[in-house]
């Protein structure tokens, strides 16, 4: 069972981590302060302008269903963060040394001067789509948008000791609505894969810690792991 609880890691005083409304990660889901849950979930992105006229339409087409679909809220958020070459470069570092051409081996340092050079000024961003899929057991279907959005049941009870039965059903509801937003947005063309807990945690760790972004690296939509389905 993978799990995360960021309080064990503070040892007295005052930490950020009380100001976050994140109060365990597990099995793949973010256990909020109020006892809400939120599934994260990664999708590709397509060019919409080098579709033809019909294809576009039909993505539109297909975007209003999976819109009308949704008896629940969910944000999708865009997360722009600089290219990090370093993993591409420690690989022409490999291939330079490998290399017993005296030649290959200049046109390879040649080559790597260029694209740090490349990146520095042109600062290559890469953009990643989200979508956080939420479950509260208490909503309040005939409260107001605020309790749609934010409704609560018992603090703890999702996450506390004895209660992991009702944590269980409580993220299997949760998967349940993740698995719908999968083939309902499948249908506009994209690739969608839920992060598991550790993909998780670097995610809110990139984003709690922005001197440190371009640290870690996020993994690509084709890398993701794809363990709840």
Request: net charge negative.
């Amino acid at each position: 069972m993978e799990f995360l609880n960021p309080k064990k890691g503070t040892q007295g005083g005052s930490s950020t981590q009380q100001y976050v409304d994140v109060d365990k990660i597990r099995d793949g889901a973010i256990v909020m302060k109020n006892g809400s849950l939120r599934s994260i979930l990664l999708v590709s992105s397509i060019n919409f302008d080098l579709k033809s006229s019909e294809e576009q339409d039909a993505i539109i087409g297909q975007y209003q269903s999976f819109l009308n679909s949704l008896d629940f809220p969910l944000q999708i958020v865009v997360s722009s963060r600089r290219f990090n070459i370093n993993p591409y470069i420690e690989l022409l570092n490999g291939a330079e040394k490998e290399q017993e051409s005296e030649l290959l081996r200049f046109q390879i340092s040649e080559y790597k001067l260029f694209i740090k050079n490349l990146t520095d000024i042109s600062s290559i961003m890469s953009k990643y789509f989200y979508v956080v899929v939420p479950f509260s057991p208490a909503e309040d279907k005939e409260g107001g948008l605020q309790n749609k959005l934010f409704g609560i049941f018992r603090p703890k009870e999702a996450s506390g000791g004895g209660t992991n039965q009702r944590f269980e059903t409580y993220h299997s509801q949760l998967l349940q609505r993740v698995e719908h937003v999968i083939q309902a947005l499948s249908g506009t063309g994209v690739r969608v894969a839920p992060l598991n807990t550790a993909e998780i945690i670097e995610i809110l760790y990139n984003s709690y810690n922005p001197t440190l972004f371009t640290a870690s690296v996020v993994k690509d939509i084709n890398s993701v792991e794809i363990s709840s389905f």
